[in-house]
């Protein structure tokens, strides 16, 4: 989903849960790293997991890692 999709799942994240949700969870990483790191590429390996039909996130994060290069090509900011 590129940088766009990263930004929308991101904002769609910060709107359910604000910066100002404290939480020793994550720790030592702040709400916005935990989020850029782990949930975002998390929901967009499912996302397109269900888009493409892929039983397993395993294969539908390959082919996300596998497509961005091209993808930045087609779709540049």
Do not use: R, W
Request: proline letters at 6%; aromatic letters at 12%; charged letters at 10%.
């Amino acid at each position: 989903y590129g940088s766009k999709g990263t930004a929308v799942i991101m904002h769609t994240l910060l709107q359910l849960f604000p910066p100002t949700t404290s939480t020793d969870a994550f720790q030592p990483l702040s709400l916005l790293q935990y989020f850029s790191y782990f949930v975002v590429p998390h929901i967009a390996c499912q996302l397109i997991a269900e888009d493409f039909s892929i039983s397993t996130t395993t294969s539908a994060y390959k082919l996300m890692v596998e497509s961005s290069d091209v993808g930045e090509l087609i779709n540049p900011e």
